[in-house]
């Protein structure tokens, strides 16, 4: 079985261990740690990936990497509080049509925005379910993804920040590769996904919003809601399908190459 070194409340050392007794608390502990939701004035959905162990000893370290929903309804205090994140890198994975009805309002921060859209047209995507959504990212938007990363991984680039309208589909996808090439255990990946069903707000995310007023119903609106762990896990899955094994592999055939993930590891790992 695979396991990782972990550090409890009381300062001793335990594994996380695939199948132990009391795996499912030490995961509860550490995705709901101290610090690990901001409650940033103008988003829902900002979270910090840091803390999570890793299977190699050590772990993410905090206030290096976020993931978001949009920051277009950021107002002063929200800037100021996302100014204070030190950030030097925003990577906006959203569409065109996305960024023109909702410019962001982080703009005049002093951090570098790369735009980056992993869909450039919504209307490709497949009109099913989230997972044949996921499977279309992965199977066709490698590229994009693949940027994403490297965007991350160039020098200077850190503290950095993720995010597209929800901060959950396409930033759960790149923010779940990222941290699998760090070595984070997938079930711990899974669990930060599923976070975002807990912080998302229906009202303030616009694409949920255009489903509403589509009449499409409450079933579609539920279904974009949600972030069960298997949907990540299958992402994880079928990029190591395509990459050969492994999600490093993957990477590598949309141009992130070794030397970028060495750099995202030096980053990233305390």
């Not at 009391?22 to 900002?46: C, F, K």
């Not at 901060?167 to 996904?193: F, M, N, Q, S």
């Not at 975002?196 to 809601?225: F, H, K, M």
């Amino acid at each position: 079985m695979r396991s990782c070194l972990v550090q409890r409340d009381d300062g001793e050392d335990s594994y996380l261990t695939h199948g132990a007794e009391g795996t499912e608390h030490e995961i509860q502990r550490i995705t709901w740690a101290d610090g690990r939701h901001l409650p940033v004035a103008g988003t829902s959905n900002l979270r910090d990936v840091g803390g999570y162990p890793v299977q190699a000893g050590g772990s993410v370290r905090w206030r290096t990497l976020f993931r978001s929903d949009g920051l277009h309804r950021l107002g002063r205090d929200g800037v100021a509080a996302l100014a204070a994140l030190d950030l030097r890198t925003i990577v906006d994975l959203r569409a065109d049509i996305e960024v023109a009805q909702a410019p962001s309002a982080a703009a005049g921060l002093p951090a570098a925005t790369l735009r980056i859209p992993m869909v450039r047209d919504l209307t490709v995507l497949p009109p099913t379910t989230l997972g044949d959504v996921y499977r279309y990212m992965i199977d066709e938007r490698g590229e994009s993804i693949g940027a994403a990363v490297r965007a991350l991984s160039a020098p200077g680039a850190l503290p950095g920040l993720v995010h597209c309208s929800a901060g959950k589909d396409r930033t759960g996808i790149v923010i779940a590769l990222v941290l699998a090439v760090l070595g984070v255990p997938d079930e711990l990946i899974g669990a930060d996904y599923a976070l975002s069903a807990v912080y998302l707000d229906p009202d303030g995310t616009a694409a949920i919003g255009r489903l509403r007023a589509s009449g499409l119903g409450d079933q579609v609106t539920l279904e974009l809601l949600a972030s069960p762990p298997a949907l990540i896990l299958e992402v994880l899955a079928r990029a190591r399908a395509v990459g050969g094994g492994s999600v490093e592999g993957y990477l590598a055939v949309h141009g992130v190459a070794a030397a970028d993930l060495a750099a995202l590891r030096w980053a990233l790992l305390s």
